[in-house]
Every structure is written in structure tokens, then in C-alpha cells.
């Protein structure tokens, strides 16, 4: 496990679907739009002014990293709460879980079972978990379906 994308939810950002999926993805369109000529092209297309700026940055630089190396919602009130209390991730913390986490369970049903699985067996068990859905190709968004 890669500890810079552990986020203090409890969720492991190399199974997020933007980082898993999304971001290869875009390198790859890309470099076919710039192979056919979009490039010199697309600020004829109505509508996308954006989409070049945006698409060549996810291609070139990625995407974020996980709350905890800075990226992610700064305004996140779980990521505040972790920060203040020195804490590395919430499911070790005396008052987990807390009201912060209602729309974190809603968004992300496995995340209950894995901050039970931190707090009862511990980080080593939590890591193996996370390895195991990453080798398999898990996301988050699989969950969601």
C-alpha cells in the first residue's frame, strides 16, 4: 500500500475511479485528439474553451494525489476534524463515527466495513484490504452501481 493515498475517511484514493480510470483514460484521448490535429483545431468547436486547458492537464500532470498530500476538497469537514485532532485517519478517533460521516457512507457503502476493519484489526489489515481491491481493479464507483 501506498501511504500517500490513504485519505482520513478511510477511503484509498488508487481505488477511486478518476485516479483508476479516468486519468489513464484521458492520456489516452489526448494524444489521439492531438494526433488527429485538435489541437490547432479546437477553438473552432463552440463550447471548448475549457475542455483543451483541462483534458492536456489531466493527460500531463494526473490527477490528485489524496486529501492528506493536499489535494481534495479543502472545505472537507472530515479533513478539517483529522487535521485539528493529529489524527492519520478518522476510524481511530474516540468519536468515530460522528455526524461528518453520514454522506461519506451514503456516497461510499464500503467505507463503513473498512473504518471497522481500521479499528479492529488494525492498519496492516485495513492495507491488505486496499491492495487486494487495487489489484483486482476495484473503484469505488463499482459499488455504486
Known amino acids: 500500500m501506498n501511504k500517500e493515498y490513504t485519505c482520513f475517511c478511510g477511503l484509498y484514493c488508487l481505488n477511486c475511479a ?3 480510470k479516468v486519468a489513464p483514460a484521458s492520456k489516452v484521448l ?3 485528439m492531438k494526433k488527429a490535429g485538435f489541437e490547432e483545431i479546437i477553438h ?3 463550447g471548448s474553451e475549457g475542455f483543451w486547458p483541462f483534458l492536456k492537464g489531466m ?3 494526473g490527477v490528485c494525489i489524496s486529501c492528506q498530500e493536499g489535494s481534495g476538497n479543502p472545505g472537507c469537514k472530515v479533513r478539517a476534524c483529522a487535521k485539528e485532532k493529529g489524527l492519520e485517519m478518522c476510524a481511530l478517533c474516540d468519536s468515530y463515527p460522528c455526524e461528518k460521516f ?3 457512507f451514503e456516497g461510499y457503502p464500503v467505507l463503513k466495513n473498512d473504518n ?3 479499528r479492529e484489526e ?3 489489515a485495513w492495507s491488505k484490504l486496499q491492495d487486494e481491491r487495487y489489484a483486482r481493479g476495484f ?3 463499482d459499488e455504486k452501481m
Open 18 to 20: 478518476v485516479k483508476a
Open 30 to 32: 489526448f494524444e489521439e
Open 44 to 46: 473552432m468547436i463552440p
Open 59 to 61: 493527460a500531463e500532470s
Open 102 to 104: 453520514a454522506a461519506f
Open 116 to 118: 471497522a476493519l481500521l
Open 122 to 124: 488494525g492498519i496492516n
Open 139 to 141: 473503484t469505488y464507483s
